[in-house]
């Protein structure tokens, strides 16, 4: 039996489903395991920084420069080491069921929960410059403390924006803007350049150009116009993943520095919607995988401190309900019964 068959065919309530089994649902998914609620992760198995494999994931402390996929094969395995399960799925919906959801995949799984948290990610749109994408995670980048330090030195043409400029040219001296997408510069802004000695080209581009060797060697203008490059930063627009919760009532908003669309969440990553919680790329698109993982981990305490309050006023008024006596009238008989030992331990003035 497939783990997809084992999960339909138990049938159980899990206390959290995990939408998502990157970064930071992985790291979510831990967290909760550990602490003994079960938990489920239904992962696409479309890591957003799969093109990057030979680039490796900067930034993770103890980590540095492993690949994309083997550091998910390693969370996999830990979140199985702890109980917790990661299945393969594209989840379609999800929906309230009563007290519960219930969380459908395109091939017709249906896995309920009694909480969700969601880590699907985003989409980057990337500029629509003919074989850009192709090259995207390889010469194409757009993050310095992702990529820089291994494209240093080298020639980077940079595509619209100063401050990407600004940054790249911390790590080499050829850097060159293209203003493709009409992208203003202020007075400054051009005085800034001139002084750090960054190129601007102006012109709309119409291709690269690729070497013998697969790896990019220069931009093409459309008016023929040739700028040899070796690398190329782009600014996508980053848009999360959030198709399949319509349903739910998410707010889905603007990021404040208008890079693209996210989840709206507080601090813990709640969406606002009661049992439905959000952490990574999708509520935050400029997290990086460091970011993305310790939001998943605030928003697995948060989800398990919502589970444990739930269950106390459950278990509270479950025994209001089944007794003759309350919590604070049981409390008093005892007092009164017990005295000193209401605890069932001796006092120490008991023997004078």
Do not use: K
């Not at 993305?292 to 989800?303: E, K, Q, S």
């Not at 003759?324 to 006092?347: D, K, N, Q, Y």
């Amino acid at each position: 039996m497939s783990e997809n068959e084992r999960l339909r065919a138990d049938g159980q309530v899990w206390d959290v489903v995990v939408v998502g089994g990157g970064a930071a649902g992985l790291s979510a998914a831990l967290t909760l395991a550990r602490v003994r609620r079960s938990v489920v992760v239904i992962d696409a198995g479309e890591p957003r920084n799969a093109p990057a494999v030979d680039v490796g994931v900067h930034g993770v402390l103890g980590r540095e420069g492993i690949s994309p996929l083997e550091l998910l094969r390693l969370g996999r395995a830990e979140v199985a080491s702890y109980g917790g399960r990661v299945v393969p799925g594209r989840v379609a919906r999800v929906h309230r069921d009563g007290a519960e959801f219930s969380v459908v995949t395109e091939g017709g799984q249906r896995v309920r929960a009694r909480r969700v948290l969601v880590t699907t990610g985003l989409v980057d749109e990337l500029p629509e410059v003919p074989g850009l994408a192709e090259r995207w995670g390889r010469d194409v980048m757009h993050c310095v403390y992702c990529h820089g330090w291994e494209v240093r030195d080298r020639a980077i043409g940079v595509l619209g924006s100063f401050h990407q400029a600004l940054l790249f040219r911390q790590l080499s001296r050829d850097v060159t803007l293209f203003r493709d997408t009409g992208t203003g510069l202020t007075e400054e802004q051009w005085e800034q350049l001139a002084a750090l000695g960054v190129g601007v080209v102006e012109g709309e581009i119409g291709g690269l150009e690729i070497d013998g060797q697969d790896r990019l060697a220069a931009v093409r203008l459309t008016s023929g116009v040739v700028v040899p490059v070796r690398e190329l930063v782009v600014a996508p627009r980053f848009v999360a993943r959030t198709g399949f919760l319509d349903g739910l009532g998410l707010t889905v908003r603007e990021h404040p520095m208008g890079f693209g669309e996210q989840v709206a969440v507080d601090a813990s990553g709640f969406t606002g919607v009661e049992g439905v919680w959000a952490a990574g790329n999708v509520s935050d698109v400029l997290a990086g995988v460091p970011a993305a993982a310790a939001a998943g981990v605030t928003a697995a305490a948060a989800i398990n401190m919502d589970l444990l309050t739930a269950g106390a006023r459950g278990a509270a008024a479950s025994r209001e309900h089944g007794g003759v006596f309350g919590g604070a009238m049981e409390a008093e008989v005892s007092r009164r019964v017990l005295g000193t030992r209401v605890h069932g331990l001796e006092s120490r003035f008991d023997h004078g």
